[in-house]
């Protein structure tokens, strides 16, 4: 019996054919690197549970910023860690707080770089929720004003795109409706449209000092469960006025990023969340993964699901490793 013609081999024979054939190719454009940024000066602390990932003072985060830009990388997401945390978390929309401070010295010193601010209260009030606590809830509507202010705040001090990550009902309409009365038609809002009640946070909340003083966020994130649910949440999102949208973490979602490319036409973005970096970084340590192998393939798997944004913690190792 004759072998047959087709030898499916014959395109994975070298490097120079399989990278000739490739069909997901990363590339820095879409790739986004989250900072946090805290008071002080000189301020380089590097995140026990994140590897290579530092709290920076806004001095040091603008040198970051310069080190990202001259590798090619496109944007930034700012997290803050402010100096002192209240019930309203007033420290989010303060007009001096750190993450307006931040935005206006990178667009400064860095003004080709795009800043992208994440728009959440979680790091800000002092009982770690995203929102205004009433009768012991987070009550939704109270907490999308203050949002919406801090949005607008962010984009005052010159953020480029403005995220919100809190996953309260209405607050992209109504962000999009501060901004636009204000003047600031033109400003994009990337909305984490789907954001799962994940247990890979733990590291940024390490990060950012925001863990909940009590209760949990599973009355206002998703259920990991529902892949359904998530169609509803971008769809409600885009009809308010959404411009991006986000799935959030990103290697356990991989089916819902797909199912989102698949039904809606606008660009779809995917956070590597700190947990799916620290673990990746975990394994290594111990030898029991190859890093950049793991790191690329991680990556690409969020691209081939169908992100065309990604923002992750590897962002300057990909770029000099795409760079070679």
């Not at 380089?44 to 590798?71: A, H, T, W, Y």
């Not at 990550?165 to 909305?191: C, E, K, W, Y």
């Not at 954001?195 to 003083?213: E, L």
């Not at 649910?229 to 006025?241: N, P, Q």
């Amino acid at each position: 019996m004759a072998f047959p013609q087709n030898r499916s081999r014959r395109l994975r024979r070298t490097e120079v054919l399989r990278r000739f054939v490739r069909e997901t190719r990363l590339s820095v454009d879409g790739l986004v690197y989250p900072l946090f940024v805290q008071p002080g000066e000189g301020v380089r602390k590097e995140i026990s549970s994140m590897p290579g990932v530092f709290n920076l003072s806004v001095d040091e985060l603008v040198k970051e910023c310069r080190e990202v830009r001259q590798l090619g990388l496109p944007a930034v997401l700012l997290f803050g860690i402010p100096e002192s945390k209240d019930e309203l978390g007033t420290g989010a929309y303060a007009d001096d707080g750190i993450v307006q401070r931040a935005v206006r010295a990178v667009k400064r010193e860095v003004p080709d770089l795009m800043v992208i601010t994440d728009v959440c209260l979680c790091e800000y009030t002092s009982h770690g929720h995203c929102g205004k606590i009433e009768d012991g809830e987070v009550a939704n509507d109270p907490s999308v004003e203050l949002l919406a202010k801090t949005a607008l705040s962010h984009t005052r001090a010159g953020a480029d795109v403005v995220a919100p990550s809190d996953m309260m009902d209405g607050r992209v309409g109504a962000i999009r409706q501060a901004l636009d009365v204000n003047g600031f038609q033109h400003t994009p809002i990337l909305s984490y449209a789907a954001k799962y009640a994940s247990c890979f946070y733990g590291p940024f909340r390490d990060a950012a000092h925001s863990t909940p003083q009590f209760g949990d966020r599973r009355g206002y994130q998703m259920d990991p469960a529902n892949a359904r649910e998530a169609l509803r949440e971008v769809a409600l999102d885009i009809e308010e006025g959404a411009d991006m949208i986000m799935v959030k973490p990103a290697l356990p979602y991989l089916d819902v990023i797909r199912q989102v490319r698949d039904t809606f036409n606008v660009p779809v973005a995917a956070y590597q969340v700190s947990g799916e970096y620290s673990m990746i970084h975990a394994a290594a340590r111990n030898g029991w993964l190859d890093l950049e192998r793991a790191m690329l393939e991680s990556v690409t798997s969020i691209q081939r699901a169908g992100a065309s944004i990604i923002f992750t913690y590897f962002a300057k190792d990909l770029a000099r490793k795409l760079a070679c």
